[in-house]
């Protein structure tokens, strides 16, 4: 049976597609296969001596008839050719090394990339450290450590998390994770700063400190304001973790370097002096908002005046905000004064929404933001305005404004607005609108609509009868539905009445499909 193996493995040899060459050598090392067994099998070696002739047989490449020996597949008995594993030796023209080729760190790599999809972060640690410990030279080693420490830091073993990202960035520098674990040794260096480790906070400052080189020419120690992988950004968001009497003098070096180079570092150290609430603070974000060359990194310090409630902050603010021609800026300078809880900033921004020299955007701005201020003060000071106002832009900004305080006098205003016939019909059909959206009484409105004698008005009501839920609503769309004279209000009416869920509705389209 050997012997029956050893030519099947050269038939099959002598049917691959190579050279006679190939199957030359394929029958000679079946040959020493052959006398390597036994001395039994002599004979059949001696017969085998004649296969070379074959070599030149290129032509049985064309007996397509043999594809149909499929009775072959009946020769259960071949499975018992163990010995055919010796067939390996036979090289065919294709790589049949997967074995002897294969990655020693191969399977822990998975057993470790397992354990840590499924939150086994202890496991996983384990696993890539056993890795890096027994495989140093593979080429997964420094990938393998930063993975064990991002288990270790998702397990809050911080300090081992650490000591495996410092060995990486020592010896594995050309590791694919090389960058990604200088990020997150960031993240481990703060969150060690934050529960009061020393050495931590040392690095945090060394990283975020300005280096002197990187206002050069090399473009590429110059970090983007998206770079979050970035090491200094990352250690500027360290900063967060740490103390502000310790973070902002720091931010205060990193704000006072005002290369091209450190824009995006500003930008970043802005946000974050934002959060340090100590004396320093608004005298730094002051003068990054009047001296910083960058118009973003202004704009930001402006932002985050809004968080400073001082009078000096809400001064500063009036200054920019009638002194810029920085567009945003100045939009900035409205929001933080919107958020200044002081009668003061809300002056100036009445102030500035009636000026009329001032830019419209601007102007809209500012009323909004006196709409988002609910006070009696404003609210009578937005009524009085709409009167004074010649754009319809500004006119509507304040029927929303007045809209997002909802009180009695407000919606009272709305209606009288609604039925001025002084006012072009899209003013009053937002006021309407708006007057709907308040919730009031209902009532004023189911009266208004047999003295309205506009039909765009009368659409606009039935439009606001459809978003309420009272009965007398309903009652109303339906009276609109049946009598109505003008078909297309009736076809409105009838719409409606088709989107509410009330058996009172169907009974009525019922009786309008019948008549």
């Known amino acids: 049976m050997h012997t029956l193996a050893l030519v099947v493995a050269a038939v ?12 030359a050598g394929a029958v000679a ?16 070696v001696e017969a085998l001596s004649a296969l070379p002739a074959l070599a030149g047989l290129d032509a049985l490449a064309g007996l397509d008839a043999l594809a149909g020996l499929d009775a072959l597949a009946g020769l259960d008995g071949l499975a018992g050719l163990d010995a055919l594993d010796a067939v390996d030796g036979l090289d065919w023209g294709t790589p049949r090394r997967a074995q002897q080729g294969q990655d020693p760190t191969d399977s822990l790599w998975r057993a470790a990339r397992a354990a840590l999809n499924r939150s086994d972060y202890m496991s996983a640690a384990n696993l890539y450290y056993d890795l890096a410990r027994r495989y140093p030279s593979a080429t997964r080693a420094g990938d393998a450590l930063y993975w ?20 990486q960035q020592r010896g594995y520098t050309k590791a694919a994770t090389a960058r990604d674990g200088l990020a997150l040794l960031a993240r481990v260096q703060a969150a060690l700063a934050k529960q ?21 020419p090399r473009g590429r120690d110059c970090p983007s304001a998206d770079d979050e992988d970035d090491l200094r950004i990352a250690a500027l968001n360290g900063l967060m973790q740490m103390d ?3 973070a902002v003098p720091l931010l205060r070096t990193v704000l006072a370097r005002r290369d091209a180079c450190h824009r995006a570092l500003r930008r970043k150290a802005v946000f974050v002096l934002s959060q340090k609430h100590t004396a320093e603070t608004e005298d730094i974000l002051l003068d990054v908002a009047q001296h910083d060359p960058d118009s973003d990194v202004r704009q930001q310090a402006v932002f985050w005046l809004s968080q400073v409630p001082t009078e000096r902050a809400v001064t500063m603010l009036d200054s920019i905000l009638r002194t810029t021609v920085d567009e945003e800026l100045r939009e900035k300078a409205l929001f933080a004064l919107s958020q200044q809880h002081s009668p003061r900033a809300a002056q100036i921004l009445r102030t500035y929404a009636e000026t009329t020299t001032a830019p419209s955007e601007a102007r809209a701005k ?61 003013m009053r059909k937002k006021a309407l609108f708006w007057a709907g959206q ?46 109505e004279p003008d078909r297309e209000l009736r076809r409105k009416a009838i719409f409606w009445l088709g989107q509410a869920h009330d058996p009172r509705a169907a009974q009525v389209l019922l009786e309008i499909i019948n008549q």
Do not use: C
């Open 12 to 23: 099959v040899a002598w049917q691959q597609p190579t050279g006679g060459s190939r199957i």
């Open 29 to 44: 090392q079946a040959e020493a296969a052959l006398r390597a067994t036994a001395p039994v099998f002599q004979g059949q």
């Open 148 to 167: 064990a420490a991002f288990a270790l830091y998702r397990n809050d073993d911080l300090g081992r998390a650490r000591s495996l990202l410092v060995t």
């Open 196 to 216: 009061g480790d020393g050495e931590a906070a040392q690095w945090i400052a060394q990283q975020a400190a300005p280096k002197a080189d990187t206002a050069g």
């Open 244 to 246: 502000a009497d310790k």
């Open 366 to 426: 500012a009323i909004f933001w006196l709409g988002q201020r609910p006070s009696d003060e404003n609210a009578a000071f937005l009524r009085g305005l709409y009167a004074k106002l010649a754009e319809d832009e500004l006119k509507e900004k304040v029927i929303f404004s007045l809209s997002q305080r909802r009180s009695a006098e407000n919606t009272r205003w709305l209606m009288d607005l609604a039925l001025n016939e002084r006012e072009s019909i899209e």
């Open 438 to 483: 308040s919730g009031g009484d209902l009532e004023p409105f189911i009266s208004l609509y047999d003295r309205m004698q506009n039909h765009d008005l009368k659409e606009q009501l039935i439009f606001v009868y459809s978003q309420r839920h009272e009965a007398p609503a309903l009652d109303k769309l339906i009276q609109i539905a049946k009598t």
